[in-house]
């Protein structure tokens, strides 16, 4: 499917919060974006008609929701090119890399540290804090140049054989910075370290393809790329899955308890204990059903058309972005002597909803001296329309505060 103007009108049809709310302009789908009738109606089906709990009861309405949640880990294995049971659901990005730091507590012998990159939201910052914290490890960030691009030379320098993890984002939510994971991946297994891709934004804005991206880890939410809150992803190499310990325990993750002890099940479900978000992972199934109808290199396009014609159109803001060919499309803004959150508050007397401030990344916005910015990020839905309404009101919030 090739998307422009007019078939991103036709595709926010889909979306029921368009009808509900005809002035709304959406630009802050990094957050999170909206969600189309296929997903909610998936939502409420499940509940209407096949409502039971999974893995569990031998009569045909739980083996029916069980067939469905399995499908949908299926979907999202295909989707990102992964192999069989290398998919675990979580409950979002965020829970995807805390599994895996807790997964490796204890397990690392003769190394010294964990590169991450300045870029990193704090969803894959503090996890590793923690983990270095708990682990005798010392925290080192490849640099971000002045372009807003990773210091590749810099990545070169500091993942050694010391290193035990490598983690890094995919994009960057707080700059659009699309980073050479695959690079970075490469030198993570050249020194012997294990590599985490935070692809929370990557998963939802580019083709992923975790074979050749040649990532041991890559995490994301469903939330962000049109299915329901509350849905995440791990895909870990088959191996390292198999390696690494738990992190919640109790039913569903086990095959054998006595009273002493107990023996773990088979992956996925040693790392999804406990009754699990059973609507939602079916539910994310339909998202990706959607993704891959319109497809992901049409968004990607589309994304960059939109960010092409906000770039030209948005005159008087510092820009904190790479520029076309390097970001997706998210870009972070500033109007002189403004705070992002005026900014945002004067857009959303407009019905124009875009996110000021840190962006969860609050050391880059030390880094980059400021306390915030505006971001303004698109979707397949966005059009050429919602950038004019947008650079409208940058236009008054420029006045206002000029007075
Ligand atoms: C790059 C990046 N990583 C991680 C996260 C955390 O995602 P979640 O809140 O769904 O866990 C976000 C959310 O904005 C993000 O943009």
Not at 26 to 55: G, M
Not at 344 to 364: K, N, Q, T
């Amino acid at each position: 499917m090739r998307i422009d103007n007019s078939k991103a009108k036709e595709l926010r049809q889909d979306f029921p919060i368009f009808s509900s709310r005809k002035n709304l302009v959406y630009l802050d789908n990094a957050a999170t974006t909206q969600k189309p009738e296929a997903v909610i109606d998936a939502i409420s089906d499940y509940y209407k008609s096949s409502n039971a709990n999974i893995h569990r009861g031998v009569y045909k309405l739980s083996q029916e929701a069980t067939e469905k949640y399995e499908a949908s880990h299926k979907q999202v294995e295909n989707f990102i090119g992964a192999g069989n049971n290398e998919v675990v659901f979580t409950r979002n990005a965020t829970e995807s890399i805390n599994l895996v730091s807790y997964g490796f507590d204890r397990t690392f012998k003769g190394k010294n540290d964990i590169v991450l990159t300045e870029m990193e939201h704090h969803s894959n910052m503090v996890p590793w804090q923690q983990f270095a914290k708990r682990n005798n490890l010392r925290l080192k960030y490849i640099r971000v140049k002045e372009d807003f691009t990773l210091d590749y030379d810099d990545a070169e320098k500091k993942i050694t054989d010391k290193t035990a993890i490598v983690a890094a984002s995919h994009i960057s939510n707080a700059l659009g910075t699309v980073n050479d994971v695959k690079m970075i991946c490469s030198l993570a297994a050249k020194s012997g370290a294990l590599s985490l891709v935070d692809g929370a934004q990557g998963a939802a804005h580019s083709e992923v393809d975790v074979k050749s991206i040649g990532c041991d880890f890559y995490a994301f939410s469903g939330h962000k790329m049109l299915g329901p809150t509350g849905t995440g992803v791990l895909y870990g190499k088959k191996e390292l899955l198999e390696a690494m310990a738990p992190f919640n325990f109790g039913g569903d993750m086990i095959s054998k308890v006595t009273y002493e002890d107990a023996e773990w099940n088979s992956i996925p479900m040693k790392f999804e204990a406990g009754t699990p978000n059973i609507s939602g992972g079916i539910a994310l199934s339909e998202a990706i059903g959607y993704l891959k109808k319109a497809g992901m290199k049409s968004i990607e396009r589309w994304e960059n058309d939109l960010l092409k014609y906000a770039m030209e159109n948005m005159k008087n803001v510092k820009k904190y972005n790479p520029g076309l060919g390097k970001s997706a499309g998210i870009l972070s803004f500033n109007l002189d002597n403004v705070h992002a959150h005026d900014v945002a508050s004067i857009l959303d007397m407009h019905d124009v909803c875009i996110r000021g401030g840190h962006h969860c990344a609050m050391p880059l916005m030390n880094k980059l001296g400021v306390a915030g910015t505006a971001r303004a990020s698109f979707y397949l839905y966005n059009t050429y329309e919602d950038i004019d309404m947008l650079v409208k009101g940058i236009n008054e919030a420029e006045k206002v505060f000029r007075r």
